[in-house]
């Protein structure tokens, strides 16, 4: 009868168990597909009401109102249009309409009171003028564009205080071979210290893939083996070992301990001379490009940190040649978006809030 009675009580308390379980499960697939539902709602209720905002600023701006309706209707005789219409004539074969907004083939016609605040939005990180173009066009149109974007740069407090005068890095003609493949080949050097940094990331580490040009930079306050090791343990998780890495002859990058960490993962180590463009070439350029940089968000008044990220965002979205691919776009095959780009999810609906 005990035995019997012992039985009971452990189906009784198995049973209870499976019921809590399963309870907790229900509870569970409940509030997850209640979150996921919100989510849903949430990200479309937010695309309604950008697109709902787009389409009555449209209408609030008479010239980009006026050509809605010439698109729609018809276009009137040119000479009868007024100056800031005629602009939109040469183009007006490429005019479309979309949900009462306007489009020019497949960018957006932005609206005269955002100008300003997206020219602020692409110059984060201080690009140039031609890289500001580059990514500006792939989803933006308006009049004048090119003419905006150039007064832009040219009269950025920061860009006119730092050393754009400088002559680009010069590499030697004689091209080095390409890896097939990127992160197959890797070039490590240090910069600093920077007396503007604090003292925790005076020092930058630049890591450069040599077939993408995809940068990545250690801030900090050292640049010993063991830290840039650690860093380089932590990069290499992300993105695997690369064939061969490239440095010059400074200790932390001939030291024993660094030689036996390139051994753990079999990283082919080649030394350069301090100062070899030729090999060095990809680095040098960057180093540039970073230098500039610097001076200009530190010009500007901008945190060290958020001007190092903002600079790192535009370098690896942004192509260096018009016909090319930027750096992250080779890295991972696919284009990199940057904060004032619409998601690929929300081009549909066209929103145009700038944050």
């Not at 930058?204 to 063991?226: C, G, H, Q, T, W």
Request: with cysteine.
């Amino acid at each position: 009868m005990q035995l019997t009675t012992r039985k009971a009580t452990r189906t009784e308390n198995n049973l209870e168990m499976q019921l809590t379980a399963r309870k907790a499960s229900i509870i569970e697939n409940n509030l997850e597909m209640q979150l996921t539902t919100r989510k849903a709602t949430i990200i479309e209720n937010n695309l309604e009401m950008q697109l709902t905002t787009r389409k009555s600023a449209t209408k609030r701006d008479s010239t980009l109102s006026t050509v809605l309706h010439f698109v729609s209707s018809g276009w009137s005789s040119k000479k009868t249009l007024a100056p800031d219409i005629q602009q939109f004539f040469a183009v007006r074969d490429e005019l479309q309409t979309e949900d009462q907004c306007l489009l020019r083939e497949n960018r957006i016609v932005l609206l005269t009171a955002l100008r300003r605040r997206l020219l602020a939005k692409a110059h984060e990180g201080h690009p140039g003028i031609v890289r500001m173009k580059r990514k500006l066009r792939q989803s933006y149109w308006w009049p004048g564009q090119d003419k905006n974007i150039e007064n832009f740069v040219k009269h950025c407090a920061g860009c006119q205080l730092s050393d754009k005068s400088l002559a680009p890095a010069n590499v030697s003609a004689t091209s080095i071979p390409l890896p097939e493949s990127p992160w197959q080949k890797v070039a490590i050097d240090v910069t600093g210290p920077f007396l503007i940094a604090s003292q925790s990331s005076k020092f930058l580490v630049v890591l450069i893939d040599y077939k993408s040009k995809f940068p990545e930079i250690l801030m900090a306050s050292n640049v010993r083996s063991s830290t840039i090791i650690g860093w380089l343990d932590e990069v290499f998780s992300r993105f695997g070992a690369p064939d061969e890495l490239v440095s010059d002859n400074g200790p932390q990058f001939t030291s024993m301990e660094f030689t036996n960490f390139l051994q753990k993962y079999n990283i082919h180590h080649t030394l350069t001379a301090v100062y070899n463009r030729q090999e060095n070439g990809c680095v040098e350029r960057f180093n540039q490009y970073l230098t500039h940089g610097v001076q200009a968000f530190h010009a500007s008044g901008e945190a060290w940190a958020s001007g190092i990220q903002a600079l790192l965002r535009n370098y690896r979205a942004t192509a260096a040649s018009p016909q090319g691919r930027s750096p992250g776009e080779i890295m991972f095959h696919r284009p990199l978006r940057l904060p004032f780009q619409i998601p690929a999810a929300a081009h549909r609906a066209r929103p145009v809030l700038l944050s």
